[in-house]
Structures are given as structure tokens and as C-alpha cells.
């Protein structure tokens, strides 16, 4: 058997007909830029989200810089973040010339540490980026009290957590604006690059708008200098044809996800749910010291895993003239040398997720 980390066709084949309609009618409209099905998508991932505003842009990197513009992140300014993230998350501090500023993470969640955050603060910090990872939002209610008390502006990186929620809220409630991806393999995922943002608040809305497009309020009037970070009409109706599936895939998700708590032996570690927390597992992680012997024996059976992330931030080459020490983030470390995702999508079956949880089981009796 061969069971891939996530199987992208297996999604497609599951809604051939109606995607390759959407596809076939925008190439025939030929509005391949902005348009009626950006707006469309737009106005849809926003009631989803149960947000005011939600502008398309090229991919969730561009999400995250759009959203450090629109908060007036300048150089010098410290943004607070985790070290057990994609770099992404940390370029785009870079881009707006501001400070990386990392605070270690909770080993039961892998997310931030909220106790470590409010000792992190400084005058000179000015934003804080929340990593919503592998599919799970941290306590928002008391990070949204601790920004309000320091007067940071709380820019949320959804990017790997559509439809999660903190005690009944999604991303873009708490924070003053989330980021999202829709990466092919996200639980929401185009077939490029494409992103979000989104926001409550009118005038972040308005100035994202203006960023996304050049600055532009008509063709050729510019309000301001922007950034070509548009997203594609034909990635808008993808979208649109996957998203009123979204509710039912999480739910596959977190169903598979109950079968590998139920099921996994007591030997291996799991990355928890919060109580408060509704988990959408873009990945399922398992942690266990023997990590690269387990992915190693896993792939000899047909199993395909991923690491995320084998290396913290704090130690990549791109930041050794920041002077980060090995040890300074302990939490963040330990977790990059055990962690392994294992397949984990709506279309498995059970007869696959048996396989995995007796393989897994084969390797901890060995």
C-alpha cells in the first residue's frame, strides 16, 4: 500500500465536474485579473470566516506582508513571533524592516507560550504574529487582553488553519488581521499560489485593497504605491467551487484525527487539542525521540511523512547575524528533533489509517 502524506488528486477526482466547469467558464470569460471572480470569493471566504472583509492576494506570504504594512511596522520595530514556523512567517518582519523577535512555544500545543509572551514585551515592541499551527488556534481571548494592555497590533497566521476556531471564533475575530494560504495542500488549497486577509475593520480593509493593486482606486490612479500581489481570478473560482466543502472535510479530518488518538500506542507522543480549541489538523503530528528511524522505516512501507519543521527558525543560516543561540528556545528545539507528520486527509479511508496506526505500532514493539 502507498498512502501520500496529502493525495491532491484524490481531492480533485472528488469534484472533477464541477471544477472543471469553474475552470472552462473563466478561461471562456477571459477575466483572468480581479474581476467577478475575485469579488465572488472575496465576499464568500469573508461570510465564512464570519469577518467583515477578506481580500484575495497571490499566496499567504504576501497575506503576511500585506498585513505588516497595513499595521506601520517600520525599522526597528520589534514583532514577536515563534521559532517553530515556516519562514515566511519571519521574511516578510524583514521585508518591513522590523526586528525578529522570537518567544519559545508550550510543548503540549507547539504554540506560543503565553506566559513566556508577556515577558518578552518590550517599548520597543510594536506587533505580535500568532502562528495558528498545524491547524490550531492558541488561547486568542487572552493574547487579544495582553495586546490590548501593551498596545500591539495582533496579526494572526492562519495559513494552516481555515476554519479553526477559539471557543467558537475563526481567524480574523481576535486578531486585527489574519493571514491565509491556499497553497495546493492547505485544507483549503488552490491549484497555485493564492492567499487572504482578512479583517473587521474598515480603514485596515481599505488601505489592504489599495496594497494588493498596486495602490490604485481606478486603473490608473494611484493612491499610493502597492505591490502586484493580486489573486488570480482562475485560482478565485477554484476556490469558490472547494469552499462550501470545507466544513465537511474538517470534519473528515478531525475524525481521522480521533481514529490515530484512539488508536496509536501510549508510546508515542501527540501534539494535543487545547480545551477551547477546535483543531482542523492540517497535519497530524506524533512525536517520538527515534523521529528519523520511524519516518525512515515508514517510507520502506509505502508511507509517505513530512517534517514541520526539522529546524527552528532561530538556528537557519538566514538569521545567524541576529547572534540566536542553540538552547535559547528549549521547547522549540525538542520538538524539531521528534515531531513527524503522518497522512492525514478527508479522502482516507480506514483500511489506510489502520495500516498506518499497525506500522506504527510494528516499529514501537521493535
Not at 189 to 207: F, H, I, Q, R, S
Amino acid at each position: 500500500m502507498n498512502i501520500p502524506l496529502v493525495d491532491l488528486k484524490a481531492n480533485y477526482h472528488s469534484m472533477k465536474k464541477e471544477m472543471d466547469h469553474a475552470v472552462l467558464e473563466v478561461l471562456e470569460s477571459g477575466s483572468f485579473i480581479m474581476g467577478p471572480y475575485v469579488k465572488k470569493f472575496e465576499e464568500e471566504f469573508a461570510r465564512f470566516c464570519q469577518v467583515k472583509h477578506a481580500i484575495g492576494c497571490a499566496n499567504g506570504t504576501a497575506a503576511l506582508h500585506l498585513a505588516l504594512l497595513a499595521a506601520g511596522i517600520k525599522k526597528g520595530d520589534e514583532v514577536l513571533t515563534v521559532p517553530n514556523t515556516f519562514i515566511a512567517t519571519t521574511e516578510c518582519i524583514s521585508y518591513v524592516g522590523g526586528k525578529i523577535k522570537f518567544v519559545d512555544v508550550s510543548p503540549q500545543t507547539a504554540l506560543l507560550d503565553l506566559d513566556l509572551l508577556e515577558k518578552a514585551i518590550t517599548r520597543k515592541t510594536k506587533a505580535l504574529i500568532v502562528v495558528d499551527l498545524y491547524g490550531q488556534m492558541p488561547d486568542m481571548q487572552r493574547i487579544r487582553e495582553i495586546a490590548v494592555a501593551h498596545d500591539l497590533f495582533v496579526i494572526e497566521d492562519a495559513a494552516q488553519a481555515h476554519a479553526a476556531e477559539w471557543n467558537g471564533h475563526q481567524p480574523g475575530s481576535y486578531g486585527d488581521i489574519a493571514c491565509f494560504s491556499f497553497f495546493p495542500a492547505k485544507n483549503l488549497g488552490c491549484y497555485g499560489d493564492g492567499g487572504a486577509v482578512v479583517t473587521n475593520y474598515d480603514e485596515l480593509a481599505e488601505k489592504l485593497r489599495l496594497l494588493v493593486n498596486h495602490g490604485r482606486v481606478t486603473k490608473y490612479e494611484h493612491q499610493i504605491e502597492g505591490y502586484n500581489y493580486r489573486l488570480d481570478a482562475l485560482q478565485a473560482a477554484i476556490l469558490s467551487v472547494k469552499l462550501p466543502y470545507l466544513a465537511t472535510w474538517t470534519e473528515q479530518r478531525r475524525e481521522h484525527a480521533r481514529f490515530y488518538d484512539k488508536n496509536l500506542p501510549s508510546g508515542v507522543g501527540r501534539i494535543l487539542e487545547a480545551k477551547g480549541a477546535k483543531h482542523v489538523y492540517y497535519m497530524y503530528v506524533v512525536r517520538v525521540p527515534q523521529r528519523d528511524a520511524l519516518m525512515a522505516y515508514l517510507k520502506e512501507q509505502g508511507i509517505s511523512c513530512g517534517i514541520h519543521y526539522p529546524i527552528p527558525l532561530h538556528l537557519q543560516p538566514a538569521y545567524a547575524s541576529y547572534g540566536f543561540r542553540k538552547g535559547q528556545f528549549p521547547v522549540s528545539e525538542k520538538l524539531c528533533s521528534e515531531i513527524l507528520s503522518i497522512p492525514l486527509y478527508p479522502e482516507l479511508t480506514e483500511k489506510q489509517l489502520q495500516y498506518v496506526v499497525n506500522h506504527i505500532k510494528k516499529f514501537m514493539q521493535q
